[in-house]
C-alpha cells in the first residue's frame, strides 16, 4: 500500500531534549516536506526536499532541523525543543513537489 | 506577503445541497493550487487541482473554479453527504522562474457541517 509513515504519532518530551521524528515513504517520491499546524493558524510549512541531499526553509524552519540521506526518508530533528513547538506535525510526500500525500501526523507535546 | 485565505471559518448545509467553499489568494504568480479534506485525527487528503492555465476542473461531486482576475478560487460539492463534513483547505503551490519552488501556502481552512 502506498503511504507516508510517521512515528512516533504521539510524544511528550521536556524542554531541551532532543528529539527525532521519522518520516518515510514508499512511493519512490522525490519531493518530501514537514508541517505543522496549529489552531487558528493552519498549516505551515518547515521545511522540504526536492531531492536527495537538497532541503529548504520552509516558512518556520526556526528550531528545526532536516536531513534527507535518502530518498525515502526524510526525519525532523529538534535540537533543544521548547513549548512552542508543541503542535500537530505532518510531513507529505509528492512525485514532484505538486500533488502532495500526507502522513497521519504526530502529536507533540513539550512540557 | 503571500497568503492563502477562506472566506468563512465555517460552513454549515444541510444533506443533499450543494456547497460552495471559498479560497482567496494573492500571489500572481502561482502556479498551481490545490484543495485538500481533513477529517478529525486524519491528515489532509487530496481532493482536486488546478493550474493557472484552467478556469475550471471537475472530479467525482466536485468541481474547483479559479478566478485569477480576482485571485479567487471555490470549490463545489455537490449533494454534500455527511461525510463531507471536514476542514477543506485550499493550497497555494509557489512557482519561480525555474519552475516548482517546492513551496506550498496553505489557507486558514473552512469547517463543513452536514445537517441530516
Known amino acids: 500500500e502506498a503511504q507516508v509513515t510517521q512515528n512516533p504519532r504521539y510524544l511528550i518530551t521536556v524542554t531541551g531534549k532532543k528529539l527525532t521524528v521519522t518520516c518515510s515513504q514508499n512511493?519512490?517520491?522525490?519531493?518530501m516536506s514537514w508541517y505543522r499546524q496549529d489552531p487558528g493558524l493552519g498549516l505551515r510549512q518547515i521545511y522540504y526536499s526536492m531531492n536527495v541531499e537538497v532541503t529548504d526553509k520552509g516558512d518556520v524552519p526556526e528550531g528545526y532541523k532536516v536531513s534527507r540521506k535518502e530518498k525515502r526518508n526524510f526525519p525532523l530533528i529538534l535540537e533543544s525543543p521548547s513549548p512552542n513547538q508543541t503542535s500537530l506535525y505532518f510531513c507529505a510526500s509528492s512525485p514532484q513537489g505538486d500533488t502532495q500525500y500526507f502522513g497521519p501526523g504526530t502529536r507533540l507535546t513539550v512540557l | 506577503g503571500e497568503s492563502v485565505g477562506l472566506h468563512l471559518p465555517t460552513l454549515s448545509v444541510q444533506e443533499g445541497d450543494n456547497s460552495i467553499i471559498n479560497c482567496a489568494y494573492s500571489?500572481?504568480?502561482?502556479?498551481?493550487f490545490i484543495w485538500y479534506k481533513q477529517e478529525s485525527g486524519k491528515g489532509p487528503q487530496f481532493i482536486i487541482d488546478?493550474?493557472?492555465?484552467?478556469d475550471k476542473r471537475q472530479g467525482q461531486r466536485v468541481t474547483v473554479l479559479l478566478n485569477k482576475t480576482v485571485k479567487h478560487l471555490s470549490l463545489q460539492i455537490a449533494a454534500t453527504q455527511p461525510g463531507d463534513s471536514a476542514v477543506y483547505f485550499c493550497a497555494e503551490n509557489m512557482w519561480g522562474g525555474s519552475g516548482n519552488t517546492g513551496k506550498l501556502i496553505f489557507g486558514q481552512g473552512t469547517t463543513l457541517q452536514v445537517k441530516p
Open positions: 488546478i493550474r493557472s492555465n484552467m
Open positions: 500571489n500572481s504568480a502561482s502556479d498551481y
Open positions: 512511493m519512490n517520491h522525490e519531493y
